[in-house]
């Protein structure tokens, strides 16, 4: 369940202009570089993630400095109707 949430997650965050997929979605983690206003937008709406380390990102990729490189997580207990709320919010950001 956490894997196929994080696979939707994945794929509607994947189509919201300015977010970029880092890694494919191979579990229930999900890797996304966004614009910095959209995370502090989504935090500030009570959606929770994690800041990542620059560090991990693949050779030859970096972030600019209106960027965030972040990591999402879903779960057991993650429901269908909070993945779709997260994208609806990260689409309107």
């Known amino acids: ?3 196929a949430m994080a696979r939707q997650l994945s ?8 977010v ?8 229930n983690e999900v890797f996304t570089i966004v614009p910095a206003l959209m995370a502090e937008r989504l935090r500030a709406e009570g959606a929770v993630f ?6 991990a990102l693949p050779d030859g990729r970096d972030i600019a400095e209106d960027q965030a490189y ?8 993650t ?11 990260a689409r309107a950001s």
């Open 79 to 89: 429901r269908q109707e909070e993945v779709d709320e997260l994208l609806a919010r």
């Open 1 to 3: 369940h956490a894997n």
């Open 50 to 55: 994690y800041d990542w380390t620059p560090d």
């Open 11 to 18: 794929a509607g965050l994947a189509a919201v202009p300015g």
């Open 20 to 27: 970029e997929l880092v890694w494919p979605t191979q579990a």
């Open 70 to 77: 972040v990591r999402w997580v879903c779960s057991f207990n």
